[in-house]
Every structure is written in structure tokens, then in C-alpha cells.
């Protein structure tokens, strides 16, 4: 692992940013597991080591609830809990325009604005290291797959020659 983004000293990522991120995965929302989720699924990144449980109940087409579990580095599980707290209260549709929104701004590193989701900024900088990109990234591919119907997803589809 080359770099850490939330390492103090590198300037590598704003010291706001990294108090937003490190509070989330000390204080990770939403993270009592639902007792009759409508749909869920497993998400991994074998590359780092981050998994993710999540667990959608859903309200017609609402997301009512959500609650996640994981275990993993402090992007993949601080993205996560941000993720489940946009995402609560906000329709399929939406929920699916900001997995595809955050994704891009990942792979792109060009800024997104999601409407009612202020902690993007945070993980913004994270675009900037290859490596971390499919942390920051595994709880929105993993919510995609829960509304999909569930399953399990790993972040190493096909073989992509980063690093
Ligand atoms: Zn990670």
C-alpha cells in the first residue's frame, strides 16, 4: 500500500476532510442490522481487505431503512455510512443516480454535487489514489447489488492492471 490518504504530515487529504471520514468510521450511522430487510447484499474488496454486509428495507419503492456491517480500512467503512445515510429516506432511483454519480467522480476524479449529500466533498480527494478508489467505492457497489435483488459483489471484476 503505497500511500495513505489519512495519513497526518502528507497534506494528502484536507485535515477537515480526514475528521469527517474518521468520524464516520468511529461512529459508523446506521449500523444495527435491520430485523426484516427487505434485500441485501455482501460486498468485498479483496485488494485491501474491506467487506461489507448491507441490509435494505424497503417502502415500495422508498429506501425505508438500511443498516450496514463491515470491517475493513476507514475509507471503505466511512463511505459506507455516509452512503446509508443519503441514501435513507430516498427513493431506488436516486439511490441509484448517486451510486452512479459517486462512481464516476472516483474512476474520473472530476467533482460531482449530489443534492442532499454534503460529505462527497470529503471523500473527494480519495480519487486521487488508484488504490483507494475501490474502498471508497465498495458500499455504493455494494447497495447497487441489494437493490439488484442481492448477492455478493467483489470490487476485482475482470482483471483491471492498476498499480
Ligand atoms: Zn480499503
Redesign the pocket.
Known amino acids: 500500500m503505497a500511500s495513505d490518504p489519512l495519513k497526518t504530515g502528507g497534506g494528502l487529504l484536507d485535515d477537515l476532510y480526514r475528521e469527517i471520514i474518521l468520524d464516520h468510521y468511529r461512529r459508523p450511522r446506521n449500523h444495527d442490522p435491520l430485523n426484516t430487510p427487505t434485500c441485501s447484499a455482501d460486498g468485498a474488496?479483496p485488494l485491501?481487505g474491506?467487506t461489507v454486509h448491507l441490509e435494505v428495507g424497503l417502502d415500495g419503492d422508498t429506501i425505508d431503512e438500511i443498516a450496514f456491517a463491515g470491517m475493513?480500512?476507514s475509507?471503505?467503512q466511512a463511505s459506507t455510512s455516509m452512503m446509508t445515510e443519503y441514501v435513507k429516506g430516498r427513493t431506488v432511483e436516486e439511490a441509484r443516480k448517486g451510486a452512479q454519480a459517486f462512481q464516476q467522480m472516483m474512476t474520473s476524479g472530476e467533482t460531482q454535487s449530489i443534492e442532499g449529500f454534503d460529505d462527497i466533498d470529503a471523500l473527494q480527494g480519495v480519487a486521487k489514489f488508484p488504490a483507494?478508489v475501490k474502498?471508497a467505492s465498495l458500499g455504493w457497489k455494494t447497495l447497487e447489488q441489494a437493490l439488484e435483488g442481492g448477492g455478493v459483489i467483489t470490487t476485482e471484476e475482470g482483471h483491471e492492471s492498476n498499480d
Open positions: 474488496n485491501c474491506d475493513g480500512c475509507i471503505s483507494r474502498c
